[in-house]
């Protein structure tokens, strides 16, 4: 049984991976709290700072894959501090990993890492956003995310010493979509469906990123970096790589799960939406 080690635990992200984690793998979590954003205790949580890199050090021995989902957020400081502090969480959960001899990490990245792209979408200037063009971010916290995924290719291209699998998932937007709240604005519906991926799909992203032998690129390198979204009709960011790489096979279309908003609020009169 592999044992992974899971950061930022009680985390949106971690939370809604946790249940097939806990099926396949000897985890250790860890986090700063032991409650989710709501309240609700996370069974097995180890409470700890990834920030103190010496002090969590001694969970790393013997880990062999780390899931680095450990996000800090605060009003009290502006976003280029707070996203400074995020990518030293990064790259110390790289660090520990390759000192501990783990063989991988998944690095929970954004969408946000290539945003700027959704600009030339909508404009109908660009179709598809693909894993391999430059990260071109607009906000700090896609700025950082572009961050850890480039320090991810360090650790995988053997110039430290060794090579650190690594794969970034840039989750598009795993939740519940809540769609009534942008019904005056179709580009963001669309958007929203494109976006979306279901607990399932996300889940076995997580699962198959963290299996699969064999990731590197064409060039030798283990390094993925792959868009986190379900088998969308609407989707505008490719996840043709990760179907090729470690075979995921999506389950679940945005256009089936919300097909009564889509009626309600894109499809046009007498093509059975509302009238």
């Not at 990993?97 to 990245?109: K, L």
């Amino acid at each position: 049984m592999r044992r992974v080690l899971v950061t930022g635990a009680t985390g949106e992200i971690a939370v809604q991976v946790l249940p097939a984690l806990r099926e396949r793998y000897d985890l250790t979590l860890l986090d700063v709290k032991d409650t989710t954003r709501a309240g609700d205790a996370v069974a097995d949580v180890t409470i700890a700072d990834l920030a103190d890199l010496e002090a969590c050090r001694p969970y790393f021995e013997g880990i062999d894959v780390v899931v680095h989902s450990a996000h800090v957020w605060s009003r009290e400081q502006n976003e280029f501090e707070i996203e400074m502090g995020n990518i030293r969480l990064a790259h110390n959960a790289y660090q520990l990993a390759f000192d501990a001899g783990a063989s991988r990490v998944i690095s929970v990245s954004s969408n946000h890492a290539a945003d700027w792209y959704e600009q030339p979408i909508w404009k109908k200037q660009l179709e598809l956003v693909a894993p391999d063009m430059p990260a071109r971010a607009d906000t700090y916290y896609g700025w950082a995310k572009i961050c850890y995924e480039a320090e991810g290719f360090l650790f995988a291209c053997g110039a430290l010493g060794r090579k650190l699998k690594v794969v970034q998932l840039r989750p598009g937007a795993p939740r519940d979509l809540g769609l009534d709240r942008f019904a005056d604005d179709p580009v963001r519906v669309h958007r929203e469906l494109g976006a979306w991926i279901s607990v399932r799909d996300h889940q076995q992203l997580f699962v198959k990123s963290i299996e699969t032998a064999d990731i590197e690129d064409e060039y030798g390198v283990p390094f993925q970096i792959f868009y986190g979204i379900s088998d969308n009709t609407r989707a505008f960011w490719s996840i043709a790589n990760a179907r090729r790489v470690v075979g995921y096979d999506p389950q679940d279309n945005s256009e089936v799960e919300y097909a009564d908003e889509v009626r309600k609020y894109l499809l046009p009169r007498g093509a059975g939406g509302e009238a």
